[in-house]
């Protein structure tokens, strides 16, 4: 469950989403969102100046958060090769989309509201995830192929708000490897951060991987969506 913000600004932006998501961002008025806050609409505007700030700012912490997927996508070629990288980057993306359900929704039902600054940002880095988990030799049909995947993982969430998110992130996800022609998927990861252990059989995983003499630690660790420091533990410890 997430924690109920606290300060006015975080109690604003939850208020804005909320109205974006039940009238539409159009249809909302700042004046409302005040009075769902229990605040004057002055002391709103002390906040923020105007309603495309409150939404560029509901934006900008979940294009943030893309952002970083992307590095650690970046960061997760080498002996992992495409696999590795559309590993985190999908299932990475996936849960970020999911964290900001309300947002994404909004949008869905009025992407001219975004503000042109946020819009141009938030192409910008879909196009950097295409390339990125495409890789540089890709064909036009792997490039299509990636592009619907990364599709295929954020139209789901905004036009089936309904269902609970561990459902949807596994259903998401399966949809996307078999988009990507990729046989596996990444183990689960709790909101919030990779886990601190794995389960048995992503262990026995790890050592299998390890091995083999073809994989990193940072490559196994993106195949099972654990830190490094997780699949060293598991390395050095014997079953």
Do not use: C
């Not at 940002?121 to 592009?147: F, Q, Y």
């Amino acid at each position: 469950m997430n924690e109920r913000p606290t300060g006015t600004r975080e109690r604003i932006l939850a208020a804005a989403e909320q109205l974006f998501v039940e009238r539409g961002y159009h249809a909302t008025t700042l004046q409302q969102v005040a009075d769902r806050v229990g605040i004057t609409k002055p002391a709103l505007y002390y906040h923020f100046a105007s309603k495309a700030d409150v939404l560029g700012n509901l934006l900008d912490p979940m294009i943030a958060e893309l952002e970083r997927v992307l590095a650690d996508a970046d960061a997760a070629g080498g002996p992992g090769g495409a696999t590795a990288v559309r590993t985190v980057l999908i299932s990475g993306w996936t849960d970020v989309f999911l964290r900001s359900r309300g947002t994404l929704l909004a949008l869905f039902r009025e992407l001219t509201a975004m503000p042109a600054d946020t819009f141009d940002r938030l192409l910008s880095v879909m196009d950097r995830a295409i390339e990125t988990a495409a890789g540089p030799d890709a064909t036009v049909g792997e490039r299509v192929a990636v592009a619907q995947a990364v599709s295929a993982i954020t139209d789901p969430i905004a036009l089936l708000p309904y269902l609970p998110d561990d459902l949807l992130r596994e259903h998401l996800l399966a949809g996307a490897w078999r988009l990507l022609d990729q046989p596996a998927g990444p183990a689960r990861r709790p909101r919030g951060g990779r886990p601190r252990a794995v389960a048995a059989d992503d262990v026995a995983r790890a050592r299998e991987l390890h091995a083999s003499g073809e994989h990193t630690a940072e490559s196994i660790a993106a195949e099972l969506g654990v830190s490094r420091a997780t699949v060293y533990r598991y390395l050095k410890t014997k079953s």
